[in-house]
């Protein structure tokens, strides 16, 4: 499920792109979460945290269809409340959402996802899916990030 753009002759901005990808994709998300692996492509990888906060990810349109069925979302509803979106390597988008999700049980959790859209002929895919729950109220201390623990405050170069 490529992303149409409006015009193909004029290159809309990343933010326009960003918009339009997120309003399509968390209503697909919602509603037919059977369609929502035709965003991606075989080489598409997809991240998700385990119930212990591990970060899996997959790959292959097949793969991600499967984990995305397993996660039930049609049982949630989606509140975005921010979709930030740049213009990336070769063209593509980079797009920051941050919301809400609400359960059956009418629990909302903060959550961040970030997508990486690469062109593509007609439109762009996904082609990177990071997705995390952000818990409010979690102590920083004795956190390891990839294995790395917190920050120190020397100053770091990258």
Same mark, same amino acid.
């Given at each position: ?7 193909? =002759?004029?290159?809309?901005? #990343?933010?326009?792109?960003?918009? #339009? ?7 697909? @998300? ?16 997809? =991240? ?21 069925? =397993? @996660?039930?979302?049609? +049982? ?6 921010? #979709? ?22 009418? @629990? ?9 859209? #690469?062109?593509? +002929? ?27 623990? +917190?920050? +120190? ?6």
């Amino acid at each position: 499920m490529a992303l149409q753009t409006a015009n193909p =002759s004029t290159t809309p901005s #990343a933010q326009v792109v960003g918009n #339009a990808f997120v309003e399509q994709y968390y209503h697909i @998300l919602h509603h037919s979460p059977e369609l929502v692996y035709r965003f991606y492509q075989d080489s598409s990888v997809l =991240s998700r945290p385990d119930s212990n906060g591990v970060m899996n990810s997959v790959t292959t349109m097949q793969g991600i269809n499967e984990k995305i069925l =397993s @996660l039930d979302y049609k +049982d949630f509803k989606a509140e975005i409340k921010t #979709a930030d979106a740049q213009k990336s390597y070769k063209d593509g988008v980079t797009v920051l959402v941050t919301g809400c999700l609400t359960g059956k049980d009418n @629990l909302r959790r903060k959550f961040a996802q970030s997508f990486f859209l #690469a062109p593509q +002929d007609n439109g762009y895919f996904v082609l990177n899916d990071v997705f995390r729950y952000v818990e409010d109220g979690e102590p920083l201390d004795n956190h390891a990030v990839n294995g790395v623990n +917190d920050c +120190d405050n020397s100053p770091h170069n990258f």
